[in-house]
């Protein structure tokens, strides 16, 4: 219940004409529609602890959830999960950790710390957007500086940059925004029809 009123504090005002997006209601996606797992094999105070990790870098308010998505894509927030053997030539597992990190990132975290991993990689995000997509991508939208930031982070350099790519972990978290809309406009429709509308 606390964590509940902790993270419902990180409301961020838009205008009245806006959907505001909660952290609160991108954890319930977060929990309950990570394609391929259930709802009660998920654990809820990891899923709001990476949350708060990311809040902290104050992500545009239209990404919040950015970092639960690739987590959920990535290993099903599973801190032990394994990949990426196809690379390996003994098809010993590359990826390690819920954010999938290969062996150079050993130098610098315990790839299979979930909290090491999601502060490690929102920095990677961010020092793209400092490094790379300042240089390369001459955007003034925010959002599509952090999407762009996003897609470098988990990528290959690329001469040029990546500015106009965006990662696969994105077309999940738009799933979980339009989810988020439907029941907001759901329960907009249903507060006019209890008034008499």
């Given at each position: 219940?606390?964590i ?30 990570c ?44 801190p ?7 690379f390996?030539?003994r ?16 130098k ?29 991508c001459?955007?003034r ?10 897609v470098?982070a ?7 940059g ?11 978290l ?17 507060k ?6």
């Open positions: 219940m606390l509940t009123i902790l993270i419902s504090s990180l409301l961020v005002a838009s205008t009245a004409d806006e959907l505001q997006i909660k952290y609160s209601e991108v954890v319930h996606q977060a929990i309950n529609n394609p391929g797992l259930s709802a009660e094999k998920v654990d809820e105070k990891l899923i709001w602890d990476l949350a708060r990790i990311e809040n902290k870098y104050n992500p545009p308010e239209s990404l919040r959830g950015m970092l639960l998505a690739a987590a959920c894509q990535e290993s099903k927030y599973n032990n999960a394994k990949g990426d053997r196809k390996s030539k098809r010993r597992p590359k990826a390690i950790g819920i954010l999938q990190f290969w062996p150079w990132a050993k610098y975290i315990d790839r299979k710390d979930p909290h090491q991993s999601a502060d490690f990689w929102m920095k990677r995000v961010i020092k793209q957007l400092n490094t790379s997509v300042k240089r390369n001459k955007f939208n925010k959002k599509r500086r952090w999407i762009a930031a996003w470098t988990i990528r290959y350099p690329k001469k040029g990546r500015c106009y790519e965006k990662p696969k972990h994105y077309s999940l738009k799933k979980w925004y339009r989810n988020i809309k439907k029941e907001y406009e759901y329960r907009r429709s249903c006019g029809y209890s008034n008499g509308r």
